[in-house]
């Protein structure tokens, strides 16, 4: 046991228990022993791989549907925001693409991400561009409100800290994390909250007796602050998950929290906390409401591999036949990877919203509007 775990221990034994969102908290952006906050974790030779790890190609994908973004409004400067920006891998591609596009002089960017070591390689990685500003935390953008742009994110919705819920006895319980003879568990209560019932019977879940799931209420704070900073434009988020109908259902009796160590993937949140990465599904139905209510409208839910195979299919094209020979099987390896339905293709979801811009052509590529249940 780690001097961390024995903190967390003797906290959670001082206040008997605390929910799985204040666990996660903790154990994914503490100061000085979050997994977060302490480094960088993607890639092979961490946890897990994201998009990012593909190379440039997944940026140059999400620059040109930012251009179409821009290219809508009509606007002469264009505002990006990235949320979880890590070092700014991601960033630096977008911009090179923008750059390449000779739109890199009209472009605003702002990255957010909570981790001061991954901030601080951010800035050394994108020194060379102009106007861009990274930012600790979304309470420190609130000097930006009026923009108009996009906002877009790559796997952020899926960290933000949720609760847990289990259905007994025709009642909802909260899955409380407490601790017993020095060991953590999950123990059911009363919830903490009338919003956890509340979020499910808004998108029309029922739980099954026994039936174990997650509820992010961390959203509704994220989406007050976009729309107070997005006077006109987009939000564009890439994550997995599905509609509520589709993620809370008898194929998934203890829900879709996972852990994430070193390529192993498993559901041990209490084991080496600090070290090891918390997710779950997200519920695009509650990110689609919780917008609605803001002003941003839902305009487009897609895989991401059919979405860029449609929106993306011009620089599809360019990607296999610009490098050299050698180039070329890389290229390849990584427009799989994107794409196909086996890899990240079907696992990550593209969700595109709009804040006053009606009027404005739908974005291209595939829509399953429907499967989020918003009728």
Same mark, same amino acid.
């Given at each position: 046991?780690?001097?961390? =775990?024995a903190?967390?221990? @003797?906290?959670?034994?001082?206040? =008997?228990?605390?929910?799985?969102?204040?666990?996660?908290?903790?154990?994914?952006?503490?100061?000085?022993?979050?997994?977060?906050?302490?480094?960088? !974790?993607?890639?092979?030779?961490?946890?897990?791989?994201?998009?990012?790890?593909?190379?440039?190609?997944?940026?140059?994908?999400?620059?040109?549907?930012?251009?179409?973004?821009?290219?809508?409004?009509?606007?002469?400067?264009?505002?990006?925001?990235?949320?979880?920006?890590?070092?700014?891998?991601? *960033?630096?591609?977008?911009?090179?693409?923008?750059? +390449?596009?000779?739109?890199?002089?009209?472009?605003?960017?702002?990255?957010?991400?909570?981790?001061p070591?991954?901030?601080?390689?951010?800035?050394?990685?994108?020194?060379?561009?102009?106007?861009?500003?990274?930012?600790?935390?979304?309470?420190?953008? @609130?000097?930006?409100?009026?923009?108009?742009?996009?906002?877009?994110?790559?796997?952020?919705?899926?960290?933000?800290?949720?609760?847990? +819920?289990v259905?007994?006895?025709?009642?909802?319980?909260?899955?409380?994390?407490? =601790?017993?003879?020095?060991?953590?568990? =999950?123990?059911?209560?009363?919830?903490?909250?009338?919003?956890l019932?509340?979020?499910?019977?808004?998108?029309?879940?029922?739980?099954?007796?026994?039936?174990? *799931?997650?509820?992010?209420?961390?959203?509704?704070?994220?989406?007050?602050?976009?729309?107070?900073?997005?006077?006109?434009?987009?939000? &564009?988020?890439?994550?997995?998950?599905?509609?509520?109908?589709?993620?809370?259902?008898?194929?998934?009796?203890?829900?879709?929290? !996972?852990?994430?160590?070193?390529?192993t993937?498993?559901?041990?949140?209490?084991q080496?906390?600090?070290?090891?990465?918390?997710?779950?599904?997200?519920?695009?139905? !509650?990110?689609?409401?919780?917008?609605?209510?803001?002003?941003?409208?839902?305009?487009?839910?897609?895989?991401?591999? !059919?979405?860029?195979?449609?929106?993306? @299919?011009s620089?599809?094209?360019?990607?296999?036949?610009?490098?050299?020979?050698?180039?070329?099987?890389?290229?390849?390896?990584?427009?799989?990877?994107?794409v196909?339905?086996?890899? &990240?293709?079907?696992?990550?979801?593209?969700?595109?919203?709009?804040?006053?811009?009606?009027?404005?052509?739908?974005p291209?590529?595939?829509?399953?509007?429907?499967?989020?249940?918003?009728?």
């Amino acid at each position: 046991m780690n001097s961390f =775990e024995a903190t967390l221990i @003797e906290e959670i034994r001082r206040r =008997e228990r605390v929910t799985f969102a204040e666990f996660m908290d903790w154990a994914l952006y503490h100061p000085r022993h979050g997994y977060y906050t302490t480094g960088l !974790r993607t890639g092979r030779t961490g946890d897990f791989v994201t998009n990012v790890q593909t190379g440039p190609l997944f940026g140059t994908l999400l620059a040109h549907s930012f251009i179409s973004f821009w290219d809508a409004l009509g606007c002469g400067r264009f505002t990006l925001v990235e949320l979880g920006g890590a070092d700014g891998a991601l *960033a630096e591609s977008v911009l090179t693409a923008l750059a +390449v596009q000779g739109r890199g002089r009209s472009v605003r960017f702002h990255l957010v991400e909570s981790s001061p070591k991954a901030r601080e390689a951010a800035r050394r990685r994108l020194s060379r561009f102009s106007a861009v500003e990274i930012h600790g935390s979304l309470d420190e953008l @609130e000097h930006t409100a009026g923009i108009e742009g996009c906002v877009y994110s790559n796997e952020f919705f899926d960290a933000l800290p949720f609760h847990r +819920v289990v259905m007994k006895e025709n009642r909802l319980h909260e899955l409380f994390v407490v =601790e017993r003879n020095g060991v953590l568990k =999950e123990e059911p209560g009363t919830p903490s909250s009338p919003l956890l019932e509340r979020s499910l019977s808004e998108g029309g879940v029922v739980l099954l007796e026994g039936q174990e *799931a997650e509820v992010c209420l961390a959203v509704d704070s994220v989406m007050d602050h976009l729309t107070r900073i997005l006077a006109r434009g987009f939000v &564009f988020t890439v994550d997995y998950g599905a509609g509520a109908l589709d993620l809370y259902n008898e194929r998934r009796p203890q829900g879709t929290r !996972r852990t994430f160590f070193k390529h192993t993937v498993d559901d041990r949140p209490f084991q080496d906390p600090g070290q090891r990465d918390i997710t779950a599904h997200v519920d695009f139905s !509650r990110l689609a409401r919780a917008g609605l209510v803001r002003d941003l409208k839902p305009v487009l839910f897609a895989p991401q591999g !059919r979405y860029f195979l449609q929106a993306g @299919e011009s620089v599809l094209r360019q990607a296999v036949e610009k490098p050299s020979d050698a180039e070329r099987p890389a290229v390849v390896r990584a427009i799989k990877q994107l794409v196909h339905p086996a890899a &990240f293709g079907e696992a990550f979801q593209i969700f595109i919203q709009s804040k006053n811009a009606e009027g404005l052509p739908p974005p291209p590529g595939p829509n399953r509007l429907a499967g989020l249940g918003l009728s």
